[in-house]
């Protein structure tokens, strides 16, 4: 199994970016997927998930109605759009799929900042 996240890179404060994890090497349409995110010093932590039938939770404490999470069974790929963002969530952001086996991506830095 394969996962690669792209899209990260720098930002403005109050600026978007948009995510992808594309995935290979395992039935992407039946596998919940995430995305979590690990700032320097801290532990990683769940933003938002999407399920095998599309259903969405966020970490509100997190991403308080900013982040949308989507995914194409089409194309193998889940994203995360990241919209007026903050200093704060500057992090190296990870896809996981799971179950019934858990697989990780690489990781892809975002940083928010003027």
């Known amino acids: 199994a394969r996962l690669v996240e792209s899209g990260g890179g720098l930002a403005q404060p109050g600026g978007s970016l948009r995510l992808s994890c594309a995935t290979s090497g395992f039935t992407f349409s039946i596998y919940h997927m995430s995305w979590y995110r690990q700032a320097p010093g801290k532990e990683r932590e769940l933003v938002a998930k999407i399920d095998s039938s599309a259903r969405t939770t966020y970490n509100d404490d997190a991403v308080k109605g900013r982040f949308i999470v989507s995914r194409d069974d089409a194309k193998d790929t889940m994203y995360l759009q990241m919209n007026n963002l903050k200093p704060e969530d500057t992090a190296v952001y990870y896809c996981?799929?799971?179950?019934?086996?858990?697989?990780w991506g690489q990781g892809t830095q975002v940083t928010v900042s003027s």
């Open positions: 996981k799929a799971e179950w019934p086996s858990i697989y």
